[in-house]
């Protein structure tokens, strides 16, 4: 099937078993392929329900109506968004789903009104997707970004002809469904389940009262092609049926319902690789679903002031947020009654102190990756190349992940800053032009200069990782003078103090033999330690995503 067609057939199935299917997730970007599939919706007979996703609880379960209960005098309140009868819910920016948001949905698709969701999800990264307890939840997911004006026919969804609840299936169809979903690499029982229903779906859509192959087909190219992750290496070949027994019957098989035959893995398997891309598949042949990594952003801060705005809450009598009066109100609203009674002399609403409900906003920071290089010994030149690739490679990405790169270069009897957190690629290019190298190891000044700008990135809000690459121990004190045993105590006491501000640390040994004072300094800062006596910047590059997860 073409993708279109996958998106037609899903939304047919769905027509059939709305509730046992649960809905569709759609990758896709604002456009005319996704115009067009949401106009489909329109053929469903249902009251759609268009959600938000940061809508809180008051928003989706009501609460008191605070216009109406001022007006009236009495307490009104609002009805839930899913007290009414089966919907079709639709979520714009699925891949923003709040986690609220995202457990609320999977409760509502769990329950037993029969809420169908439409999540269309934007995301241009891999992981910026819609959260996995409600993906999980959705039996179809369609891509349409790839697809063109004329791939966009008139196809009309189609109503059911018999009654979903009166296709039988054959009795080894269960198990084959559930052994197909191991080979994938499936975790969630409900992919199995929504197999089997697709396939009565199916068969429902023609006027058959039985699945039959073509419907196990399209049911495992919809339901397992998005959740596979891993291709089976070796293909098991599948057991002949058993041949009939010579003494049976003619008369009982003509008076039996016709069975259907067992179907091979193999063209289930062919199938299910039909409808991945290309390049998802080598990637699933070779090591499985890859991980995805963080995106880089930083954490998520609560803050006061500004930022995204989230649920009020109930904050300490000190805080100095400022009050929300709409959430402060609902909360006085249901207590009046009894109030007014305790205090009739008083005139309006009673609001005490338990009542104030304060803002709160979600502030997202930026990450800094701060790169403390040893430049010092006949190796200077050679890890300062490695770690001006590896910069210049971060910062290739850090447009869209939205990373800082910074890096320090010690020797001598001190440390540099040669380029401060920045994400210019012609900026850097210009700094690492020319690096000096030579002389001793000043290792607790670049650990003091990259402990300094965490510090200073901290307060700008940014999120600080220190990188130090180094092949030795350090033989230079933090006063200049060369003395190793001071130098370590110095290089200790800076890493303590970095390990209680908790900035995450990657020590990166590029020494020909692992330095046991470097494990021991990254147990100090509670990092990683990595030893890479002949990496490259591709290495350190990979190195320092999967470390630090940026």
Do not use: C
Not at 243 to 268: F, G, K, R, V
Not at 356 to 378: N, T
Not at 414 to 430: C, D, W
Not at 484 to 513: N, P, S, W, Y
């Amino acid at each position: 099937m073409t993708p279109w067609s996958r998106a037609i057939t899903a939304l047919r199935l769905l027509s059939v078993d709305p509730k046992g299917l649960g809905g569709v997730a759609v990758r896709a970007r604002v456009g005319p392929a996704r115009d067009a599939f949401v106009k489909r919706l329109d053929a469903f007979d249902r009251k759609a329900l268009k959600l938000h996703p940061a809508m809180t609880s008051a928003d989706l379960d009501g609460g008191p109506d605070l216009t109406a209960t001022l007006n009236s005098g009495t307490l009104v309140m609002q009805r839930s968004l899913f007290a009414t009868h089966p919907a079709l819910m639709i979520l714009p920016m699925a891949e923003r789903t709040t986690p609220y948001m995202a457990a609320r949905l999977a409760q509502v698709l769990d329950g037993e009104r029969g809420h169908m969701l439409v999540a269309l999800d934007e995301g241009a990264e891999e992981d910026e997707a819609l959260p996995f307890g409600v993906s999980d939840r959705l039996a179809f997911q369609v891509a349409l970004d790839e697809i063109g004006m004329h791939e966009i026919g008139n196809e009309v969804i189609s109503s059911t002809i018999v009654p979903v609840s009166r296709v039988d299936i054959h009795d080894d169809l269960p198990e084959a469904l559930v052994v197909l979903a191991v080979k994938l690499g499936i975790a969630s029982p409900r992919a199995a389940i929504f197999a089997l229903r697709a396939a009565k779906a199916s068969a429902a859509l023609d006027g058959r009262s039985l699945v039959e192959e073509a419907d196990v087909i399209t049911a495992v190219e919809l339901v397992y092609a998005h959740r596979a992750t891993q291709m089976p290496a070796d293909d098991v070949e599948d057991t002949p049926p058993p041949e009939p027994q010579e003494n049976e019957d003619e008369n009982e098989d003509e008076t039996e319902q016709p069975a259907l035959d067992a179907i091979p893995q193999d063209l289930l398997l062919d199938a299910v690789k039909a409808a991945l891309p290309s390049d998802v598949l080598a990637k699933l042949s070779q090591k499985g679903k890859a991980k995805v990594a963080g995106a880089g952003s930083g954490q998520r801060q609560i803050g006061n002031r500004r930022g995204r705005p989230l649920p009020p809450r109930d904050t300490s009598r000190g805080s100095d947020a400022r009050v929300d009066l709409v959430a402060t109100l609902r909360a006085a609203l249901p207590w009046q009654t009894i109030r007014k009674r305790a205090n009739p002399e008083r005139t309006g609403a009673q609001v005490r102190m338990s009542d104030l409900r304060h803002k709160r906003y979600e502030v997202q920071s930026d990450r800094v990756l701060i790169f403390a290089v040893d430049a010092s010994g006949s190796a200077a030149a050679a890890r300062l190349g490695e770690a001006k690739g590896a910069i210049e490679l971060l910062l290739g990405q850090a447009y869209a992940r939205r990373d800082h790169v910074a890096l320090i270069a010690f020797r001598g009897t001190e440390a540099e800053v040669l380029l401060p957190p920045t994400r210019s690629l012609v900026q850097t290019k210009r700094r690492l032009a020319a690096l000096p190298g030579g002389g001793g190891t000043p290792l607790a000044a670049g650990l003091q200069a990259a402990f300094d700008m965490a510090l200073v990135s901290g307060k700008k809000g940014l999120l600080p990782s220190v990188i130090l690459l180094t092949d030795g121990r350090g033989n230079i004190a933090l006063d200049g003078t060369p003395d190793r045993a001071l130098a370590e105590t110095d290089a200790k006491r800076v890493a303590q103090g970095l390990a209680g501000r908790q900035v995450d640390t990657l020590i990166l040994d590029t020494g020909r033999r692992p330095e046991r004072s470097l494990q021991k300094l990254a147990q100090i800062l509670n990092g990683h330690y990595m030893a890479l006596p002949r990496a490259d910047a591709h290495t350190l590059s990979a190195t320092v995503s999967n470390a630090l997860d940026v």
